[in-house]
């Protein structure tokens, strides 16, 4: 390694240190702009014959090599095909594929049970813009068909749904996407790749890459892929053009993240089965929904779509929780008889967290519209961490033993 001594002046950097070995670890690229070395240069980058970065928002070493690994999961991109493009948040990268797929005019069909900003995108934003927007019970293929119109562009719809861990009748939606012409968009957050490969089912694919992918609460940023050049061309544009794309440093974080994903989601799944079970046994709760228990509403379609990979969500109701009145006072002392817990509306960190759907994610929905959807106050939704599983475990002894006093 060579050094050499420049006498240091304003605004003139010293040339960068030389090396023939290289870094082992990613490094850290925070520079916003990359020097050109001639216009003949600048000129063949921006017809791509040359591959080179010119202004971060268009793209940066970080984001392409967190893309990437993330494309490698869902079996899109690699040499010759297209991959997808980083975003600075789930919410961006939701954005980014309506940006590309639809106009004025179009209509967009939801599922009725969405990540709750999807929902409001859906409901009241793109409306706003002049795009027309339905929202139907993605379990029945039947009440999607039947919520087309001439001029549906998208369906969006999550595997898994959140809180009430149901799952979509994705052969009946992607048959129907098919048949009718209709672009289907996959949030893949909760299932994850490895838990689902929706890049093989979904004509876009999203992520909130704040969950499990990057996994440890410190990276807010989404991953969205087309299968379709002219899509993921529109959808690439649209992330630049609005501003959607990431810092590097976040990118480089979730990139870290990302080498243990995989242990990470076994782990974190080993001991959801577990606890699902446990809560199962114990006194003062009433039900427990996880994919993989046999009294799971949707467990043949669980089956066939998850494959015994079931995840590390699993919600659960206090027994005689549902009664109005009575729910609240049980859900304050479970959590307060959980101090070790976060509770906090988030899913997919190293530590298990606690969300309580009434007053975070359904707090928007009147009581009558939350027991609809089978969301008392009652109900909790556990995303499981990496902690020993028995003293998980015992720990939701605890929270519930004392709900079951609040109650009495
Ligand atoms: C969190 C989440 C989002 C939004 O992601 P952000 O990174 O918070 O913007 C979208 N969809 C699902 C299913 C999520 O859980």
Same mark, same amino acid.
Not at 346 to 350: E, I, M
């Given at each position: 390694m060579t050094r050499r001594n420049t006498p240091p002046s304003p605004g003139r950097r010293i040339p960068w240190p030389e090396s023939r070995s290289r870094p082992v670890a990613t490094p850290l690229m925070p520079s916003v702009v990359y020097a050109a070395e001639s216009p003949d240069a600048l000129d063949a980058q921006y017809e791509g014959r040359l591959a080179g970065w010119t202004y971060a928002r268009e793209g940066h070493p970080n984001a392409a090599q967190l893309a990437g690994m993330i494309d490698a999961l869902e079996g899109l991109g690699g040499p010759g095909r297209l991959g997808g493009v980083m975003t600075g948040s789930g919410m961006a990268a939701v954005s980014a594929a309506m940006l590309g797929l639809v106009q004025a005019g179009d209509h967009v069909v939801g599922a009725d049970q969405l990540y709750g900003r999807s929902l409001r995108l859906l409901a009241e934003d793109l409306p706003r813009l002049g795009i027309a927007t339905t929202l139907a019970d993605a379990t029945d293929a039947d009440a999607i068909e039947a919520a087309l119109r001439p001029q549906t562009r998208a369906i969006l719809i999550e595997v898994v749904s959140n809180p009430t861990i149901r799952v979509a009748d994705l052969e009946g939606i992607a048959a129907l996407a098919r048949e009718r012409g209709v672009a289907l968009v996959i949030d893949n957050t909760f299932t994850t790749p490895r838990g689902f490969r929706a890049g093989a089912v979904a004509d876009v694919v999203v992520h909130s890459v704040t969950k499990l992918l990057a996994g440890h609460s410190d990276a807010t940023l989404g991953w969205v892929a087309a299968r379709d050049a002219e899509t993921a061309g529109r959808i690439a544009t649209a992330v630049q053009t609005w501003g959607m794309t990431p810092a590097p440093f976040d990118c480089w974080l979730a990139e870290r993240g990302m080498h243990t994903f995989a242990l990470r989601y076994d782990r974190a799944e080993a001991t959801a089965a577990r606890l699902a079970d446990a809560l199962a046994r114990m006194e003062g709760v009433g039900r427990v929904l996880y994919p993989g228990r046999a009294d799971h509403p949707d467990r043949a379609r669980a089956g066939r779509l998850l494959q015994g990979r079931w995840g590390n969500m699993v919600a659960f109701e206090l027994a005689g929780a549902a009664a109005p009145g009575a729910g609240r006072a049980a859900a304050n002392a479970l959590v307060r008889a959980m101090p070790g817990l976060p509770f906090a509306p988030? #899913?997919?960190?190293?530590g298990t967290t606690l969300s309580h759907p009434a007053t975070s994610?359904?707090?928007? #929905?009147s009581a009558e519209g939350r027991a609809a959807l089978g969301i008392s106050e009652g109900v909790f939704r556990v995303s499981v961490g990496l902690e020993e599983p028995d003293a998980l475990i015992a720990e939701f002894e605890a929270g519930v033993a004392a709900a079951r006093a609040a109650l009495s």
């Open positions: 988030t #899913l997919g960190d190293v994610s359904h707090r928007g #929905l």
